[in-house]
Each structure stands twice: as structure tokens, then as C-alpha cells.
T-cell receptor
Framework: DAGVTQSPTHLIKTRGQHVTLRCSPI?????VSWYQQVLGQGPQFIFQ???????GRGNFPDRFSARQFPNYSSELNVNALLLGDSALYLC????????????FGPGTRLTVL | AQSVSQHNHHVILSEAASLELGCNYS??????LFWYVQYPGQHLQLLLK??????LVKGIKGFEAEFIKSKFSFNLRKPSVQWSDTAEYFC???????????FGKGNQVVVIP
């Protein structure tokens, strides 16, 4: 079975632009979470979605938004990009919402110039 | 807010040496605990997890971790490391009642052949 997939792998944007990152969960998983990992730090929680509803939101500005589709795939959107948004964005899926084990994708490396 | 502390961010060992990585968390309620590993060029993978039961848990590749509730700790150990254990190791905690996985800053472990 395929694991969590993310696209694109790498992305370069300039300040002020908008970006959309995509994630497909493991088949059968209904929960998707997004994390931001900057160099030298552990991943930071951004959002969790379960059954298309937002179940949790981390301490990120409103420029960050996400949604989950009927097939449980998800998009993370970031508006008005700042240099500090440069990071590895990770998607994780789990079989249910809450405290279950999460399986991570390879991430999207975003560079903002 | 819950937090996860990992000390000794950079660890350098020779093969066959023993490894112990400390992890402490701040949340006092019921938690699930995880250690993830990120090998060079690869995505985050689950090493082991603790949900309940025996506080000594065994994971993949000879790793084990001990949950000590009174100390809010979940330390990772391996009796004899190999060069292939060179990786970054993250401790993570999720508490019942919220849906966010909180990570420590990670331990960069280098094993010298």
C-alpha cells in the first residue's frame, strides 16, 4: 500500500505570493494533520482535519488555512508568504481523529525568497 | 500548553556504544508517547510508541523506551548502536483532549564506524 504522499516535493516562491500544498493520506485513513518543520527544530502542529472538519489548530496566523476533501485528501494554503515561512511542510494521516499514531509523508520543501 | 524537552541535541558515538536519549514532557494528563526517527534523506518514521500497559516498550531495530509517569519522562535507549543508526530522533507527545502532536527539538545522532 502507498504511504502518505505529498506534492510538490520542492517549491520556490517569492514574498507576498500564495502557495498550495497537497496531501493524500493512506487509504482508509480519515484524519490528516499538517506540521511545519524549520531547520534545526521539531515539527510544529498547524492543523488537524477529521472527516472534513477542522479538529485542531496550532499557533499560526490566519494566512495559513487548510481543507479536507470528501476523499480525505487535504490542501494547505499559505497567503502573503514571508521569508520565515520557508520550511519543510509535513502531512500526516491517521485512521481516526484524536490521539492515534500518525504516519508522515515525505514533506514539501518550501523556500521563500 | 504542553511542551516536550530533548537535551543534548548533538550526540556522537562510536559503533557498539550504548545510546540513551532523554525526553521530558510538561502535560500532566493522560498522554500517548512516541519516538520518531528521520534517517538522512528519508521521512519521519515511527520507532516506537506507548499508549498504555507495560511502561517498557520495544520498537524496531533494537530500540526501547521507558515511560516513567512520575518523572514525566519517556527516554529512548539502545544497548549497542550501529553506523546505520545515524539519524535525527524526535520525541513526541499527544494528550487526550486535544489533537495536536507536540514534538521536541530532536537529537542529531552520529555513529562513527
Amino acid at each position: 500500500d502507498a504511504g502518505v504522499t505529498q506534492s510538490p516535493t520542492h517549491l520556490i516562491k517569492t514574498r507576498g505570493q500564495h502557495v498550495t500544498l497537497r496531501c493524500s493520506p493512506i487509504s482508509g485513513h480519515k484524519s490528516v494533520s499538517w506540521y511545519q518543520q524549520v531547520l534545526g527544530q521539531g515539527p510544529q502542529f498547524i492543523f488537524q482535519y477529521y472527516e472534513k472538519e477542522e479538529r485542531g489548530r496550532g499557533n499560526f496566523p490566519d494566512r495559513f488555512s487548510a481543507r479536507q476533501f470528501p476523499n480525505y485528501s487535504s490542501e494547505l494554503n499559505v497567503n502573503a508568504l514571508l521569508l520565515g515561512d520557508s520550511a519543510l511542510y509535513l502531512c500526516a494521516s491517521s485512521s481516526a481523529g484524536g490521539s492515534n499514531e500518525q504516519f508522515f509523508g515525505p514533506g514539501t520543501r518550501l523556500t521563500v525568497l | 500548553a504542553q511542551s516536550v524537552s530533548q537535551h543534548n541535541h548533538h550526540v556522537i558515538l562510536s559503533e557498539a556504544a550504548s545510546l540513551e536519549l532523554g525526553c521530558n514532557y510538561s502535560y500532566g494528563g493522560t498522554v500517548n508517547l512516541f519516538w520518531y526517527v528521520q534517517y538522512p534523506g528519508q521521512h519521519l518514521q515511527l520507532l516506537l510508541k506507548y499508549f498504555s500497559g507495560d511502561p517498557l516498550v520495544k520498537g524496531i531495530k533494537g530500540f526501547e523506551a521507558e515511560f516513567i509517569k512520575s518523572k514525566f519522562s519517556f527516554n529512548l535507549r539502545k544497548p549497542s548502536v550501529q553506523w546505520s543508526d545515524t539519524a535525527e530522533y524526535f520525541c513526541a507527545v499527544i494528550n487526550y483532549g486535544n489533537n495536536r502532536l507536540a514534538f521536541g527539538k530532536g537529537n542529531q545522532v552520529v555513529v562513527i564506524p
